[in-house]
């Protein structure tokens, strides 16, 4: 069998992702090896040639990415922290700057005793059960209404549970319900939140707009809709101290922070900006 150079693969693969409009086509085309490989990214530099069915297992999967199929859809995985999850059509793809809002959750979660900690709109479970990674003592609750969701939710949910984590429990509920999850009223340390936000109506790229499911996505009132409902049962079930963090849009640095600022028992309210400086989540404690 023929044996190629996999460097000229990548460079090749590299070159019909960015004729396809791709946002990084040279890391996408290493991922996608790496995947084809079964190997780290990292790891790619020790295998200097492949043989021609890796090649053509590459190829394919790089014409499925020029198509703009997400490259999440195609590994099959998504990140969140230190953990992975699987994701494919019917759930959102968690990105990369959610973990930024991961992080402020667990510091604020430090120095508690078995935090009972709240993941709405969970869609892949991915925040929820990053927690439950981090902090095995913690009671991790994840809710979402669609129950496309929720099956990749509990297909992870599984996994990690398998895998020795603590197990999350799963709600299927709406945060527009004003009894939801009522029996935690007052009991919550840590709520996180991230919510579709895009104001309806907005361009996104293919990626987005022909494979996150649109209620993931897209809310109401220029985007603020769901927020909104999540805050109020962010007021509610917090303890004294607790903390909540919403995930928004890059146009809601003042009216994510004014919403949580309107709620008399939020205080220290904070909006926080991603690696690119962009208005990204915003915080706020109880009491
Ligand atoms: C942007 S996705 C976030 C998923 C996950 N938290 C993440 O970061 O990858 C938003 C999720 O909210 C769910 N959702 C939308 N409206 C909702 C509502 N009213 N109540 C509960 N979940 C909702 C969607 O089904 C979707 O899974």
């Given amino acids: 069998m023929k044996r190629q150079p996999l460097r000229l693969a990548i460079s090749e693969a590299t070159r019909i992702l960015e004729e396809a409009g791709v946002a990084s086509p040279r890391v996408d085309a290493e991922i996608l090896a790496a995947h084809v490989l079964g190997v780290e990214r990292d790891r790619l530099p020790l295998t200097p040639l492949v043989d021609t069915p ?4 590459l190829r394919e999967a790089v014409t499925r990415r020029a198509k703009r199929i997400p490259l999440q859809h195609i590994t099959g995985t998504a990140a969140m922290g230190p953990i992975s999850v699987d994701v494919g059509p019917g759930v959102f793809v968690p990105r990369p700057e959610t973990e930024l809002m991961l ?3 667990l510091e604020l979660l430090e120095r508690r005793d078995a935090p009972v900690v709240v993941d709405l709109c969970t869609g892949s479970g991915a925040l929820a059960l990053a927690v439950a990674n981090a902090r095995p003592d913690a009671r991790v609750f994840a809710v979402d209404n669609d129950p496309a969701a929720l099956a990749w939710a509990r297909r992870n949910a599984d996994i990690r549970a398998e895998a020795g984590d603590t197990p999350i429990t799963l709600y299927s509920g709406d945060v527009g319900d004003p009894k939801l999850l009522a029996d935690l009223d007052g009991l919550v340390d840590l709520v996180l939140c991230n919510p579709p936000y895009v104001p309806e109506g907005t361009r996104v790229p293919p990626e987005v707009a022909d494979h ?3 209620h993931a996505v897209f809310a109401t009132e220029r985007g ?3 927020i909104k409902a999540v805050v109020a049962i962010a007021a509610r079930l917090l303890v004294l101290d607790g903390g909540v963090a919403v ?8 009216d994510g922070p004014a919403l949580l600022a309107a709620r008399r028992v939020l205080s220290r309210v904070v909006d926080h ?9 915003a915080t706020a404690r109880r009491g």
């Fill in 103 to 105: 992080q402020w959750g």
């Fill in 54 to 57: 890796v090649i053509d297992a």
């Fill in 224 to 226: 603020l809709g769901v």
């Fill in 212 to 214: 996150d499911p649109p």
């Fill in 273 to 281: 900006t991603d690696l690119a400086g962009r208005a990204r989540f």
């Fill in 247 to 254: 995930e928004h849009d890059d146009s809601h640095g003042d």
